[in-house]
């Protein structure tokens, strides 16, 4: 089992930044790829960014490309969002996910931290 916590999550004006970490415990060999997803209010939950034990990134979202940064310390077990230039419909509850190599799905879940961008 992996537990995942969230933090950094709040309240921002449009333009501003929040930096999200994940901090993972338990079985933390399986942290092969750590990512993070997000849910607006009345939305699907859409893949946002993840990045593997390697350094490897893969983003979900085109929209986030050159304003979000994903980053990881595996001696720490924890990944970091920087959000920068935040625009109000990157309002969302922030939900980090871990798997593990060769997992297609992700198999851990944070309970989630809510980000919320005023315009």
């Known amino acids: 089992q992996v537990q995942l916590v969230e933090s950094g999550g709040g309240l921002v004006q449009a333009g501003g930044s929040l930096r999200l970490s994940c901090a993972a415990s338990g079985r933390t060999s399986s942290l092969h790829v750590m990512g993070w997803f997000r849910q607006a209010p009345g939305k699907d939950r859409k893949f946002v960014v993840a990045?593997?034990?390697?350094?490897?990134?893969?983003y979900g979202l085109d929209s986030v490309k050159g304003r979000f940064t994903i980053s990881r310390d595996n001696a720490e077990n924890t990944v970091y969002l920087q959000m920068n230039s935040l625009k109000f419909e990157d309002t969302a509850v922030y939900y980090c996910?871990?798997?593990?190599?060769?997992?297609?799905?992700?198999?851990?879940w944070g309970k989630g931290t809510l980000v919320t961008v005023s315009s």
């Open positions: 996910a871990v798997r593990d190599q060769g997992r297609i799905s992700y198999d851990y």
């Open positions: 990045m593997n034990k390697n350094g490897e990134i893969t």
